[in-house]
């Protein structure tokens, strides 16, 4: 690992004491002790008048890496998660602008009003036309039992 460590810092030219890495790689450094990150994170936000935890950082981190449309099993990575669900689970909801977005284009590809369905202004960002979508019935059989499946899941 140190080794992987040097080579890493040696490739992007950081010195093994720089303080912004999160304990040193120097031959006689021992990690840094995540408790002792934690509470030195919250003395800082509280002589900075902020409330936030360190956790917060890495909700906000996936909050705006899926906000920007970086996808999910990238996120769902640098997360460290397992497999992607766990990252749906806990950030899927999070951007209501990209809710409506999504149903502007389910509305525009089939014509159907689902203003109902989302709560404020159902407007969509301009976007280029989408061309019909055609299923078969089976395709749509398949579709509505994984809904189903989702929905009785989250039940």
Request: with cysteine; aromatic share 8%; charged share 20%.
């Amino acid at each position: 690992m140190k080794r992987d460590s040097a080579r890493t810092l040696k490739e992007f030219g950081i010195a093994a004491a720089d303080p912004c890495i999160l304990g040193t790689q120097e031959p006689n450094s021992r990690p840094y002790n995540p408790q002792l990150l934690g509470k030195e994170f919250a003395a800082f936000c509280k002589m900075n008048g902020f409330h936030c935890t360190f956790h917060d950082l890495r909700h906000t981190f996936a909050t705006m890496m899926i906000a920007s449309g970086t996808d999910v099993r990238t996120v769902a990575s640098y997360l460290g998660h397992a497999n992607v669900a766990m990252t749906l689970n806990t950030y899927a909801d999070v951007d209501p602008d990209a809710k409506r977005a999504a149903v502007g284009n389910v509305e525009g590809a089939f014509d159907v009003d689902m203003s109902s369905i989302v709560e404020g202004d159902m407007t969509a960002p301009e976007a280029p036309p989408t061309p019909a979508l055609v299923f078969t019935a089976d395709q749509l059989r398949a579709m509505l039992a994984e809904a189903e499946r989702l929905e009785a899941a989250h039940a």
